[in-house]
């Protein structure tokens, strides 16, 4: 279970979770755990606007499915996904799918965007711009996503990769996170 603690503009986001490989290859899923958190951390332990966010992370490492938990966010290892995509979350679930295929990338560091955008689905984020609409605005996210200027879709850790590649944003810069965002993590939380 993710919770979500507000101190005034102070956010701190508490993760319990468990990684699993249910894939046909053999990973250092110890080495995947450092790589989730040093990235997790690298975004989710800043100040964006007038919120001060932190996260706190707990991750274990698990050998059978039998001890998956219905209450833990899941990082779970499998043979593919759909489109060949490097990962895919259950949108505001607890499930992130990571494609064997990646999870070099994500130990090397080499792919550092994908588990932070994620887990923004986890928290109930969408994509701020519509499906493969370069300058959109998408028609199904919230309120709140919509008022999202063009820049700030351009260099958000939501946008897609092509999105911030087709804007000419370096992927290193294309990983913030808005005031509104912070405020419908606040509000799917209560809900």
């Not at 250092?28 to 790589?35: T, V």
């Not at 958190?37 to 606007?49: E, F, M, P, T």
């Not at 994908?114 to 309120?143: M, Q, R």
Request: net charge positive; aromatic share 8%.
């Amino acid at each position: 279970m993710n919770i979500i603690k507000r101190n005034n503009d102070s956010i701190t986001i508490f993760v319990d979770a468990d990684i699993i490989n249910t894939s046909s290859q053999f990973f250092d899923l110890q080495s995947l755990k450092h790589s989730l958190v040093s990235q997790l951390k690298s975004i989710y332990q800043n100040q964006y606007g007038k919120y001060k966010l932190s996260i706190s992370i707990k991750i274990d490492v698990l050998t059978k499915v039998s001890q998956c938990s219905r209450t833990k966010t899941l990082f779970q290892i499998v043979d593919s996904i759909a489109g060949n995509n490097p990962a895919e979350a259950d949108f505001k679930g607890l499930r992130v799918k990571l494609n064997k295929n990646n999870i070099q990338d994500f130990i090397a560091n080499t792919n550092f965007r994908t588990l932070p955008h994620e887990l923004g689905h986890l928290f109930g984020w969408d994509h701020p711009h519509a499906k493969a609409l370069f300058e959109s605005v998408n028609p199904d996210a919230s309120s709140l996503e919509k008022t999202l200027t063009e820049e700030q879709r351009q260099c958000n850790l939501m946008s897609q990769t092509w999105y911030a590649q087709k804007a000419g944003m370096p992927i290193d810069k294309a990983m913030q996170i808005t005031e509104p965002q912070i405020d419908l993590l606040i509000i799917n939380y209560k809900a």
